[in-house]
């Protein structure tokens, strides 16, 4: 298997505009997180789907930032409008299971960057 | 406060050392996560625990419940062994997951 696809690996982009990061989870699991790692804030989990549907959201920080899992194989975090301070690096990773209590399987990473 | 205390916050070791990272947390858990993070960004899922020890390797994770307080151990260090080690749990009000700040390992040749 692949692992956990993310895509793109670096975006830069203005304040202002949309930005839309995209994840590929290992086929078969059921689970799929998005966290964001900054400097100041360390590791934050932001929103988590359980079979497509969305368990906990209570990381995602603002109305701005919004996540869709349309189908087991895909899922997105969009931001708009992007501001700097949400210049991080966006990990994406699945896990077999439902919750959190079991193995995560992490993407490389979106490191974006906003000017 | 923070949720998840980890310590050292930074750790330099000769290689061959044996190496002792700490984790100690507030909340009630439902498990503990300890995540590996290599220079180059990538997180590995070292170990899932909620009780007792396991070993992977060189690698020892042990938690205790009562205590509250998880180690990870590297027998042998390595250079390769040189990255950012995460603790995290699940637990608290509503499930959360909490993260530690991390513990930059740096082993010297």
């Known amino acids: 298997d692949a692992g956990v696809i993310q895509s793109p690996r670096h975006e830069v982009t203005e304040m202002g505009q949309e930005v839309t990061l995209r994840c590929k989870p290992i086929?078969?699991?059921?689970?799929l997180f998005w966290y964001r790692q900054t400097m100041m804030r360390g590791l934050e989990l932001l929103i988590y789907?359980?079979?497509?549907?969305?368990?906990?959201d209570s990381g995602m920080p603002e109305d701005r930032f919004s996540a869709k899992m349309p189908n087991a194989s895909f899922s997105t975090l969009k931001i708009q409008p992007s501001e700097p301070r949400d210049s991080a690096v966006y990990f994406c990773?699945?896990?077999?299971?439902?919750?959190?209590?079991?193995?995560?399987?992490f993407g490389p990473g979106t490191r974006l960057t906003v000017t | 406060k923070n949720e998840v205390e980890q310590s050292p916050q930074n750790l330099t070791a000769q290689e061959g050392e044996f190496i002792t990272i700490n984790c100690s947390y507030s909340?009630?858990?439902?498990?503990l996560h300890w995540l590996q993070q290599h220079p180059g960004g990538g997180i590995v899922s070292l170990f899932m625990?909620?009780?007792g020890k396991k070993k992977h390797g060189r690698l020892i994770a042990t938690i205790n419940i009562q205590e509250k307080h998880s180690s990870l151990h590297i027998t042998a260090s390595h250079p390769r062994d040189s990255a950012v080690y995460i603790c995290?749990?699940?637990?608290?009000?509503?499930?959360?997951?909490?993260f530690g700040t991390g513990t930059s390992l740096t082993v010297i040749p």
């Open positions: 086929s078969g699991h059921n689970s």
């Open positions: 909340v009630g858990i439902s498990a």
């Open positions: 995290a749990v699940e637990g608290g009000t509503g499930n959360q997951f909490y």
């Open positions: 789907f359980n079979n497509n549907v969305p368990i906990d």
């Open positions: 990773a699945s896990s077999l299971a439902g919750g959190l209590s079991y193995e995560q399987y």
């Open positions: 625990l909620s009780s």
